[in-house]
């Protein structure tokens, strides 16, 4: 006997998982592609219809998996689940949930006010929904909307264990109310239609048994515990139902979306809907039936065979391998399959509830598979190029003896090494202390040169590319450093105001165009900067684990990257979650084989989506493009610390359980990098682990630099900012790496003294830090000697432009100067020359001609020089600002549960 897989949780193996499409449009990047659109059909403007089918670019049979809008939650196109968690911006009534709902209430009063905080999180509350009472926050939760939220972060295994309640159920107490047919088209399966209603159905009255449960599953003693502990885990996010006894509820909304187990309409109403006489006939024919004097009755001869489970088993075993081969997809469900079978008779396409029907395209769809099934009418058209497999077909083909599918435990990751004791950290630590140096030099530049920020947004390329070379980074890699610093709020773009011009008569003038945009830091810099580097990079990896995007993964070739792009990927944190629980089953000393060999870093990446998919079942799909943003995020992992050799590192397992406390809920808020954590003790834990992670994974800065007699100066280690701040004012940086160099000539020297050091001074910090109280070498107290005695024997006096020395010669000679020859230099007295230039041009040219001149007030005190410093207003919200408030009361989780608590 022919059969299909007939269990409800058949479709929800990671291996039926299909490639997505790409990611959601970013804005302020100038149109980056390769993204994740809007179905063609959510671009067409009818009535009823929204949230539909992506019908773009298929071929004559490929099964549908439906594509919710991107705005519709966080659903991944593609996914066999997606269907789950399209959320209809209609708030589906619970009129009917009488009984549940007061149990949910009661359940609810119970809860201690941070149970009651993460299950508010969890749901987006107070900000998804206003709510005044525990009557109405049970009746919330029902809600399809809401039930969908929780939905979004369990595992496959916890997935797996919902449907099969529901699947139970209607095996129980049958299917739920007939909904019209528009609804359970475009709702049922990811669109919605505003004006039809399901029918209210209390989720107490098609509840089980744990007994009925268990053994519909088949399961022995430790899969009884399993899933168990699973129900408790269910129940504490109330998907799981507080009910009497030992009984199993669960919301309506798993009833509707899984009961059936993907089952699509009764043939009766798929032919009613879609067909006029003259298919209707057709199909008859090709069944070999007898010709019917009447539509109707050629309807009831096709519906009596499609009822008549042996003959369809005995049709799908005649059935052409191209066929079969779709029903093998078609049976477990989604029922659903796009197909250029059929076309409009009239034309003008489907629109629910016109009546639009339908007809065999003229010479087929080019693919006989589905030419054969439609002919048959096992496949009925819904839409345009979209087809239905009939309930009935399907229920004839399934395994009913077969236990439905129930993975409580992620599979293993397949194809893993072993690693050498102690390389794991290791590699971590030098990752760390790159990341470190690298990321200070970067912000050190942009404070003392901001970036440019293009009109079409993002960086200016040749500015990241300027940037990356300067810093001796890849230019991939200052994108990301760059995304991640804006994101946690140390840099960010800033306008200067433009000038308003003064009001008079006469023609108006033509408005001056808005000066460009800036990356300055943030009043946030200076303090970062202060920070040892484990404190620095803090902010980095806590804001690289919860931001929505991942940088590294650009789609599309043709398009040219940039930095500064809006994090607006929904699944990026669900994907990055998952990849790094997958890493944490890992055995000690075992890592992904991401090796050299493309063949076995492709097999070994497949092995870990697998494996992670069953954390995150909608976040994570198998294809070319998943591979790609897995790949990126392993890449960006590694280069933070958070992954190496495949492996978890320290710093990872604190990562993870700093998602797992829920700190991406909170974004753009980032716990970490600067929000203030009282009053949230399971976040302030995990920021606190996360920290004590870098702590130890990165030494305690250095202090103490080697002078050299070659006039250079090495810091073994990264520099504590004060000693970076002093070689900086008077040597230049000449190589990084474990140990930096940096070169002391007479330029660097002079650069000091203009800030105000004497050379008495200068040498005597210099000494301070000298390792080991070494004394400093001759040749670098003769250069500093020597600058400073020819520092500031001509002086620029400010009144429009002097410039002024006690040594005549000297005077002569910048009189006689060809590289001062611009100035205009002239000479008014001994002692004295006037320059054309202003002061600070002046300055700039003397200093280029390799003079040592200091800027002088108009009272004769010498000016000291100090660098502009820029800085823009902090930006990032407090948790509680985070999201926007919805109305008036309690603007947190925290203080809802209070409030609800307090009104009990």
Not at 636 to 652: D, K, M
Request: charged letters at 25%.
């Amino acid at each position: 006997m022919l059969s299909f897989k007939g269990h409800v949780c058949a479709l929800f193996q990671p291996s039926h998982l299909t490639e997505p499409l790409g990611r959601t449009a970013l804005s302020g990047r100038g149109g980056r592609k390769g993204c994740r659109e809007e179905p063609e059909i959510l671009r067409r403007d009818r009535a009823g219809l929204a949230d539909g089918f992506d019908r773009t670019a298929f071929t004559s049979r490929e099964c549908v998996h439906p594509v919710p809008s991107p705005a519709a939650g966080r659903a991944v196109p593609g996914s066999p689940v997606s269907h789950l968690w399209s959320r209809s911006r209609r708030r589906l009534t619970t009129l009917g949930a009488v009984k549940a709902a007061r149990s949910l209430a009661v359940w609810l009063a119970d809860r201690t006010p941070s149970q009651l905080t993460e299950l508010l999180e969890q749901r987006e509350l107070p900000h998804a929904a206003r709510v005044a009472s525990l009557a109405d926050l049970a009746g919330h939760l029902l809600t399809d909307d809401s039930t969908a939220l929780g939905l979004n972060e369990i595992s496959l295994g916890d997935l797996q264990l919902l449907f099969a309640v529901a699947a139970l159920a209607e095996r129980l107490h049958g299917p739920l109310p007939a909904v019209p047919s528009a609804h359970h088209l475009f709702t049922g399966y990811g669109g919605r239609s505003p004006r039809l209603d399901a029918p209210a159905v209390d989720p107490a009255d098609r509840s089980v048994t744990r007994d009925q449960l268990f053994r519909f599953l088949q399961l022995d003693d430790a899969g009884r515990s399993a899933a168990e502990a699973a129900l408790s885990r269910l129940t504490e996010r109330a998907l799981v139902l507080p009910s009497s006894g030992s009984r199993v509820t669960v919301p309506i909304l798993v009833h509707r979306q899984a009961g059936g187990g993907g089952y699509g309409r009764p043939a009766e109403q798929l032919l009613t809907e879609a067909f006029n006489a003259p298919e209707i006939h057709r199909i008859a024919q090709g069944l070999g039936l007898a010709k019917a004097r009447t539509r109707d009755e050629a309807q009831r001869q096709i519906v009596d065979v499609l009822r008549d489970a042996k003959r369809v088993r005995a049709m799908a075993a005649e059935a052409p391998p191209a066929a079969l081969d779709l029903l093998e997809k078609l049976v477990p469900g989604p029922p659903l399959l796009r197909t250029h079978c059929f076309v409009s008779r009239y034309g003008g396409g489907f629109y629910p509830g016109s009546g639009g029907k339908f007809t065999f395209r003229e010479g087929g769809s080019g693919d006989p598979g589905t030419d054969w099934l439609a002919a048959r009418g096992l496949v009925v058209p819904v839409d345009e190029d979209l087809v239905e497999l009939p309930r009935e077909a399907a229920d004839a083909l399934r395994d009913h003896d077969r236990a439905p599918s129930y993975l409580s435990v992620p599979p293993p990751v397949g194809g893993t090494v072993e690693i050498p004791d102690g390389a794991v950290e290791s590699q971590a630590q030098a990752a760390l202390a790159e990341a470190a140096s690298r990321v200070e030099l970067m912000l050190r530049q942009v404070a003392a040169q901001p970036l440019a920020v293009r009109k079409a947004g993002g960086i200016a390329v040749r500015d990241t590319r300027r940037l990356a070379k300067a810093v001796g980074m890849p230019e991939e890699q200052a994108r990301l450093w760059l995304d991640l610093a804006n994101n946690a709020d140390l840099i960010t773009p800033c306008a200067d105001e433009p000038e308003t011009p003064a009001r008079g008569r006469g023609r108006a003038r033509r408005p001056e165009s808005q000066p460009p945009a800036r990356m300055l830091p943030t009043e946030r810099y200076d303090e970062w900067l202060a920070a040892p580097p484990a404190r620095r990079l803090l902010p980095f990896v806590a804001t690289w684990a919860v931001v929505p995007e991942v940088f590294s993964h650009w789609p599309d070739e043709n398009d040219t990257p940039v930095a500064l792009i809006a994090p607006e990927d929904g699944e990026a944190v669900d994907l990055r979650h998952a990849v790094l629980e997958a890493l944490a089953t890992l055995p000690a000393g075992h890592g992904v084989a991401t090796g050299k060999s493309a063949r076995g870093r492709a097999t070994a990446l497949a092995a870990l989506i697998a494996t992670a998919a069953w954390f995150r079942p909608t976040a994570l799909t198998q294809g070319a493009e998943e591979t790609e943003r897995v790949e990126a995020t392993l890449a960006e992992a590694e280069l933070l610390g958070v992954v190496a050799h495949g492996a978890l590192t320290s710093l990872g397992h604190a990562v993870l359980g700093f998602l797992r406390a829920g700190a991406h809920r909170h974004f753009p808020a980032v716990p970490g990098a600067g929000p203030a954590l009282r009053d949230r003790p399971a976040l302030d834990d995990a920021v606190r682990r996360l920290s004590a992670a870098l702590d130890a994974l990165l030494p305690a800065p250095q202090t103490t630099a080697r002078f050299q007699a070659d006039l250079t100066a090495v810091v073994a280690g990264a520099a504590a900012s004060e000693l970076t701040d002093l070689l900086a004012a008077c040597a230049d940086r000449e190589s990084e790496g474990h140990a930096a160099v940096w070169r002391i000539t007479p330029a660097a020297v002079r650069r000091a003294l203009d800030s105000g050091l004497d050379a008495a001074d200068l040498l005597a910090r210099l000494a301070d830090v000298s390792e080991g109280g070494r004394p400093l070498p001759q040749p670098l107290e003769y250069l500093v000697k020597d600058t400073a005695r020819t520092h500031g024997r001509m002086r620029v006096v400010r009144s429009a432009c002097c410039i002024r020395s006690d040594d005549e010669a000297l005077v002569s000679e910048l009189a006689a100067a060809r590289a001062l020859a611009r100035l205009g230099l002239r000479r008014i007295a001994p002692t004295v020359l006037i320059s054309t230039a202003d002061p600070e041009a002046t300055l700039a040219a003397l200093r280029a001609a390799g003079y040592a001149p200091v800027l002088e007030a108009e009272t004769g005190t010498t000016v000291i020089e100090k660098a502009r410093q820029e800085r823009a207003p902090k930006r990032m919200p407090s948790l509680s600002g985070a999201r926007p408030r919805r109305g008036q009361g309690p603007g947190t989780a925290q203080s809802l549960a209070g409030a609800l608590l307090a009104g009990r």
